[in-house]
């Protein structure tokens, strides 16, 4: 699984603009800092706009700031909003063209991958993962556990 461009540059905005609270950002000062093309960027923000993530101001001293405290924008709602599909193998589209669809257990353990991740994205917000304050919670399963105990369950399941 590979998150798409648009993901992580999402992903770099809201945590620049998360580092400066005290006033706006601009479009090109996070291009500039990230190396981003600034038309890439402009489409970026006007999606985190759109989905409430950032609020931004037109006009000569424009810029963007984050929606909300960077304590509730949770990681894992971001990811959903900016990734167009989760499909991770053909046969999670209905009507498709696989031969083995329906006869082979990858489907089910590719889907509980998949939502062992996003589940544990879940636990973080926007605040947990900024310079000087990431911390890995030991109460937080790691998220490879999670994923082979996941698969391992449903590999006994489907026997």
Known sequence: MRLTVLTDYA??????????????C??????????????????ITHLLGQRGWLETVRGKNGGMRLAMPPEQINL????RDTENDFVLVECFVENNSCSLS???GL??????????FLSYVDNYTLADV?????????????PL???IRNANANVSAHQ
């Open 145 to 147: 556990k999670v994923l």
């Open 102 to 104: 329906g006869q082979c």
């Open 11 to 24: 992903l770099r905005l809201l945590m620049h603009v998360a580092q400066h609270p005290d006033r706006l």
């Open 130 to 142: 900024l310079p000087g304050h990431f911390v890995v919670d030991p109460n937080r399963e790691h």
């Open 26 to 43: 601009t479009i090109a000062e996070v291009a500039q800092t990230y190396g981003i093309s600034q038309p890439h960027l402009m489409k």
């Open 76 to 79: 894992g709602a971001v990811l």
């Open 107 to 116: 489907t089910a353990i590719f889907s509980g991958a998949l939502q062992s």
